[in-house]
């Protein structure tokens, strides 16, 4: 026991004028973490390289101001000092938990010096000494020590932005170079022109911040104390804020946490009306609201606005009024980077102080108006730029902000698409050198070859078992194979699942691993794809391709051939070659007696092929028969599927983009998928019992009941009832619904279903109750993804944790515990929210290629245009329709905004005209000159889809009314799939097109732009090209300039 | 709660500690001439002093008088001066008797007491100032200065809190610590033997994890044991070298 001298450290709270006396304890050896350590250091973990020319120790200052500058994956070695960490931590727990996050992330090249506890370097704060005086010089002697401690062998540079310091520290001989941070990015770093950037943009945000006003936009956020402790009594409530999509100016939402039962009327959220109430509260703020007086609560405004969508929580009338409330704290902000536009210049704008200050529009139209200073005014127009929120002082009423880089020109693909990613919080950069270096090579040159070591211990089943695989057409990631075969004298069918493994190629904790867990899920737009992992893997080595040995993680079961009874499970490595890659089509096709030409038998004489065929076809009978045989044990066991539910989201995974275009509807799929979730189900029950409280799952909670009410009145509206009692229930009164002459009927109620239905999502088996594992979709009592682990990272976590039960089971004890309950709760919400993010993402690039698509088409003139539509919701100014021919969903005004409502003459064609709207329960009447016309759910009507453009957000589809007849030669039950991928593209050539000709009269292209494509790679002649355009901008401008003055 | 990060992703406590290190622990014997036994004790900011008098004849009501033991009276009290805000009422409170209570079972645990039938042990501890692990420190102090009056124990009594954060047991909380929302533990233990004399905690703890908190707080206390350990013979050597000439 070591103990080294206390020292005293004097601290008096000024809150209450308390002195309170801490201990301190100093010791000699603290680690440096830097592999350069001559002193035998006790270091673990991340070490920062000997080869640099400098370590960089940044003041507390610098930390807490310009974080981001330093985290810039490019500055190298950069040594944290506790004092600045505790700086830090003083300012709120988001930047220090950025920091930590920050340091442990190994590709980032920085590490953390408990300077205060080491002997030499820390000194106690004097009589007087200000706080940030104390900090600089805490840092700086930290930096004395580095360099003794190293013993000269490496540079160390000090930054602070405290003029005073770098005079007197540098005119010290002590072997450390203090500099500010600007000189310090300008001598250093002179080529990493982002960081230029994000310094001036944030040093112009601080020094606006100085110069703040003083009257008072808003009330003071009440003191954490105050809060808490109104929380605890009950007068406060907490919650997250979630602003309305429509009336973002007006409408917010609570939804409160704490649902005890004394204030059941707060379950449903608490409504804060107005900027004022929502007190600089941002969407997604972790807040506490003091409710207002009963008589100051109002209600929800349901009718439908100049907006886009629908929303579901809208109720039937103009709401009753509820709970109102008004934020009076912040307890968490959640502030993100955001998208905004840099408005256009028109001169009219009026510039209050500086002229520099521009009020930009954030993308998303719930987060307010943010204000930018900025040198750039000019050539920022009309360009999306990504932006972080500074701060939003009580006597702003917008809130401040710096920009992080710029996208590009608004309207253009390249930008909108990496909107939607920064919007969702999606990065995907290009797999780094260091990620591509771990991977295993395979090229013609050095082919990747089976390790005789791993072939020893894997289960060989290259000879003795038909492994094949069933795929959508073209597809590079095969991820599952499946085997079967008769066994014991034909007594036994032996059925397997062989999945790909991938942890044998990606260790836990690598620099893969930790990026693949960062993107938690493979990204599908409408036109590209981001792969979870590298294209080596997903393509190639994990990829279970027909012909070549591969690694496999096997799921097999040995049933009775008659009665299907699981006599035996195992789950194990195993090693494999897939014998047939076929497609679902050919699968059928085979099955289905028909003449298929199988690619892998071309070659092969006529015999031999019959003979190989016969087996193959066999095989898959086999399969099918196993497949119906499970599907209608589980059925007879009382269990069922919401199939077409089911269907639907597994729909929603795969790129196709309107989930109710079915699918041609094979029994193949079924089969496949019957198989696949056979092994999840069983993988499940394994990892679960061999880890009861850290096993991470995945379940579907039963929905609530009232979000079934619109789904119950549609359907009564048409003559059906609807039972949700339960799963089962439901599923049969879903399939009695059908209307013989309108098969949409039926669609658009399971559509409704799918919509009441809550999400499934992963978690711990150690965080909820064993009966909330159920999984209603399915009606299983536990599942679990594992069969597609190339596409997303939950099936990786219970591949390790299959992995590791495998080893308990055999008693060779887990070589690596898994995760406690915590970690894999975290990871299990962590993935959950990245799946939401890449299902916004998908959709809402759908939507922008449909807008897209309309955008190069007149509305008036162009019969692409104009559509059959069904109405499937009322409002009360109008109705909200679904168009199957694109997929579209979206509200149709019966009355605009001067108050004309829709007529239609005799022949149908609607005009507008002065009259009224009055809406019932199943249908909306309006009443003009020209006689009244009634619109029922499930009438079809023709609608005119044009687009509605907007600079700053998202352009959103328009559909006005044309018709209250069904669309003359609709083809509703088109099928559409292959006309979706028409429409992208169509538009992907259409952009690449207008870039052509933008790039052939004058190369708009900016750097950004070129730097964030992932495709191209920089060389010496972009780099040119980049000087020239550059060039060629500054004259443009000039001629610009000259126009107007002229 | 956004509360201090009591345990550093380095592995330091909020003073500079580990996760499994002492606080500095400083202790004299004999301070009191007149008692028959005293003891001042150190363990980082918390300071006690505990004073022994007996064994004498019952004081007091006479019908607590056991027969084939002695009684042993401890009485726990504060100075008002000990803790940031001024203290109001010094002993008497309901947690002074309770902390008195848990003192007197320890002891009675420890002192041999059937030595000395029909007969009284006084043993006084004031919290000179607190800075978390009151009980400990009071139980060290008081083995010292029961060890200073000549009564014979079965083995030193030690005492040490330890806490649970993050996975991690932490040893010899402080008041930081001890406030911030940490489940913590008291044991007294008699080393030698590994017997327990107290168990004390009044937290929420994972069943699973006692059996960790439990071993560190008994090397906690081996930890304290040996430096009380080194005190007493230190003194020991000084009287001796008084005496001898």
């Keep these: 026991m070591i103990k080294t001298e206390k020292i005293l450290h004097l601290k008096s709270c000024r809150g209450r004028k308390v002195r309170v006396v801490r201990e301190h304890y100093l010791r000699e050896r603290v680690p440096c973490y830097s592999s350069l350590c001559q002193a035998d250091c006790g270091n673990d973990g991340k070490l920062l390289p000997g080869d640099l020319t400098h370590y960089v120790v940044p003041d507390a200052g610098v930390v807490l101001d310009y974080l981001e500058i330093l985290e810039f994956r490019e500055l190298q070695g950069v040594v944290f000092t506790q004092t600045a960490c505790q700086a830090l931590q003083s300012k709120g727990r988001r930047y220090y938990n950025r920091l930590r996050s920050l340091l442990r992330d190994p590709r980032h090249d920085c590490v953390l010096f408990a300077n205060e506890f080491q002997e030499y370097s820390y000194c106690p704060r004097e009589k007087g000494e200000s706080q940030e005086r104390w900090q600089t010089r805490c840092v700086y002697s930290a930096a004395v020590w ?29 072997g450390v170079f203090v500099v500010s941070l600007q000189d310090y990015l300008q001598d250093f770093w ?80 608490v409504l804060v009306f107005g900027g004022k109430n929502r007190n600089r509260a941002v969407h997604g703020d972790r807040v506490v609201v003091e409710l207002l007086p009963r008589s100051e609560w109002r209600g929800q405004v349901t009718s439908l606005t100049e907006g886009q969508g629908e929303d579901r929580s809208g109720e039937d009338s103009r709401s009753k009024p509820m709970p109102t409330g008004r934020v009076v704290g912040i307890l968490q902000r959640n502030w993100r980077d955001y998208v905004v536009t840099f408005p256009t210049r028109d001169g009219t704008q ?52 710096h920009s992080v880089r710029v996208l590009g020109r608004a309207g253009e693909l390249e930008t909108e698409v990496q909107t939607i990613l920064i919007e969702n919080c999606i990065h995907v950069p290009p797999f780094s050198e ?46 599952d194979t499946l085997s079967v075969r008769r066994v014991a004298g034909g007594k036994l069918l032996e059925l397997g699942v062989h999945i790909a493994d991938v942890t044998h190629f990606v260790a836990e904790g690598s620099l893969t691993d930790l990026e693949a867990r960062m993107r938690a899920t493979t990204y599908y737009l409408a036109d590209r794809r981001y792969d979870m992992l590298p294209a080596v893997l997903s393509a190639d080595l994990c990829s279970l391709l027909g012909g070549v040995d591969r690694y496999a993680m096997s799921v097999m079961w040995e049933l009775d051939a008659q009665t299907l009874a699981v006599h035996k499970v195992w789950f194990g490595r195993t090693l494999i070659r897939s014998s047939y890659q076929l497609h679902y089509e ?14 892998e038998l071309v070659g092969l004489g006529s015999k031999e092929k019959d003979a190989k065929l016969a087996q193959l076809v066999q095989a898959l009978e086999t399969l099918t028969h196993v497949a119906r045989q499970l599907r209608a044990q589980r059925d007879q066991g009382g269990a069922l599927e919401l199939e077409g539910v ?57 929905p609530r009941q009232e979000l079934f009410g619109q789904l119950v009145d549609s359907a009564k509206a048409q003559g059906f009832s609807i039972d949700t009692r339960s799963n089962k229930a439901l599923a049969d009164s879903l399939d009695q619904a059908v209307d013989s002459q309108d098969p949409l009927v039926n669609r658009i109620l399971r559509m409704m279903a799918t919509q009441a239905m809550s999400q499934a999502v992963y978690f711990s088996t150690g965080a909820q109750p064993q009966d909330q594992y159920y999984h209603y979709g399915l009606a299983l009592d536990r599942y679990t993804h594992f069969t597609s682990p190339i596409r997303r990272y939950a099936d990786m976590v219970v591949h390790r944790l299959l992995t590791a039960a495998i080893e308990v089971e055999k008693g060779t004890g887990p070589g690596k515990v898994p995760g406690s309950n915590k970690e894999v709760e975290e990871m299990a919400h962590h993935i959950n929210s990245k799946n939401r993010a890449a299902q916004r993402a998908q959709s809402l690039s759908t939507a922008l290629f449909q807008c897209l698509y309309f955008k190069e088409r007149d509305a008036q003139s162009d019969p692409r245009c104009t559509a059959d539509a069904v109405i499937y919701s009322i409002r ?3 109705v909200l329709v679904f168009i199957p021919q694109y997929g579209v969903k979206g509200p149709v005004y019966m009355r605009n905004k001067d108050g004309q409502v829709v007529a239609p003459g005799p022949d149908g064609r609607c005009e507008w005209q002065s009259g009224s709207v009055r809406r019932f329960s199943d249908r909306i009447t309006t009443t003009s000159s020209s006689g009244s016309a009634t619109f029922r759910l499930f009438d079809h009507i023709t609608v005119r889809i044009s687009v509605l453009s907007t600079s700053c957000h998202a352009d959103s589809l328009n559909l006005e009314v044309v018709s209250n007849e069904p669309h003359r030669g609709a083809q509703p039950e088109q099928p559409r799939p292959q006309g979706r991928n028409q429409l992208v593209q169509e538009v992907v050539r259409l952009a690449e097109e207008a870039q052509e000709k933008a790039a052939q009269q004058l190369p708009k292209l900016s750097r950004e732009e070129r730097e964030f494509r992932q495709s191209k790679t920089p060389n010496l002649y972009s780099l040119l090209e980049e000087v020239r355009e550059l060039a060629l901008m500054d004259t443009e401008r000039v001629t610009q300039v000259c126009a107007t003055t002229a | 709660m956004a509360g201090l990060e009591l345990l550093s992703d380095q592995g330091y406590r909020l003073d500079g500690r580990k996760a499994t290190e002492l606080r500095k622990v400083q202790a004299r014997m004999g301070v009191f001439a007149q008692a028959d036994g005293s003891a001042y004790l150190e363990q980082g900011n918390t300071k006690a002093l505990a004073v022994v008098y007996g064994p004498h004849e019952m004081r007091g009501s006479r019908s607590r008088t056991l027969h084939d033991r002695a009684v042993i009276n401890c009485q726990y009290s504060m100075a008002t001066f000990s803790t940031a805000e001024r203290k109001r009422r010094p002993h008497g409170d309901r947690k002074s008797t309770e902390m008195s209570l848990h ?42 200065a029961v060890i200073d009056a000549g009564i014979p124990m079965r083995d030193y009594v030690c005492a040490c809190t330890v806490g649970f954060v993050d996975e991690t047991p932490l040893a010899d909380l402080c008041f930081a610590e001890e406030s911030g929302g940490v489940s913590s533990l008291a044991l007294a233990l008699l080393p030698r033997g590994g017997q327990i004399a107290l168990l004390q905690m009044d937290a929420r703890l994972h069943q699973d994890h006692l059996e960790t908190l439990i071993e560190a707080a008994m090397t906690a206390c081996k930890g304290v044991s040996k430096v009380l350990d080194e005190v007493v013979r230190q003194h020991l050597q000084e009287r001796s070298v008084l005496s001898g000439e």
Aim: charged residues 25%; glycine residues 4%; hydrophobic residues 35%.
């Design chain 1, 586 to 599: 050919l699968a059928q096709a085979l099955l289905s007696g028909e003449q298929a030409v199988v690619p």
């Design chain 1, 146 to 174: 580095y360099y003794n401690h190293l013993a000269g062998m490496m540079n160390i540079v000090m930054i602070t932005e405290d003029r005073v310091a770098v005079d007197q520290y540098s005119s010290l001989n002590s």
């Design chain 2, 103 to 144: 003192l007197k079972q320890t002891f009675e645990a420890a002192v041999m007491t059937q030595l000395y039938p029909r007969s009284q042990i006084d043993i006084y501890v004031k919290i000179l100032q607190s800075d978390g692990g009151n009980y400990s420190v009071c139980v060290n102090a008081a083995t010292l």
């Design chain 1, 646 to 702: 089911e269907v639907r989201a597994q729909l929603d995974e795969d790129r196709n983009i309107t989930a109710l275009v079915p699918r041609q509807p094979l029994e193949v799929h079924e089969t496949v998928a019957e198989c696949m979730i056979y092994a999840n189900h069983w993988v499940a029950r394994k990892i679960q019992e061999t880890f009861p409280a850290q096993a991470l799952l995945r379940r579907h909670p039963p």
């Design chain 1, 434 to 479: 260091a990620q591509l270096r771990e991977m295993p090579v395979n090229s013609p040159e050095k082919p990747w070859t089976v390790d005789p070591t791993e072939a020893a211990v894997r289960r060989d089943l290259r000879e003795s078992h038909l492994v094949f695989s069933i795929d959508p057409l073209g597809c590079e990631d095969v991820d």
């Design chain 1, 190 to 269: 002179p080529e990493l022109a982002a960081a230029h950037e994000l310094y001036a943009s944030i040093s112009q945000a601080l020094q606006e911040k100085e110069g703040e006003g003083t009257e008072r936009e808003y009330s003071e956020h009440l003191p954490a104390e105050v809060l808490e402790a109104g929380i605890k009594s009950g007068r406060y409530s907490q919650g997250t804020l979630n602003v309305s999509k429509h009336r973002a100016q007006n409408e917010a939402f609570v939804q409160t946490e704490d649902l005890s039962d004394k204030n059941t009327d707060l379950s449903s959220g």
């Design chain 1, 350 to 401: 009026s510039q209050t102080r500086n002229s520099q200050r521009i009020l930009a529009v954030p993308w998303d139209r719930r987060i307010p108006k943010i204000r930018i200073s900025t040198q750039q005014a000019d050539t920022l127009q009309d360009h999306r730029v990504v932006v972080r929120i500074d701060s939003w002082e009580s006597t702003s009423l917008y809130p401040n902000g």
């Design chain 1, 876 to 878: 009360d100014n109008g």
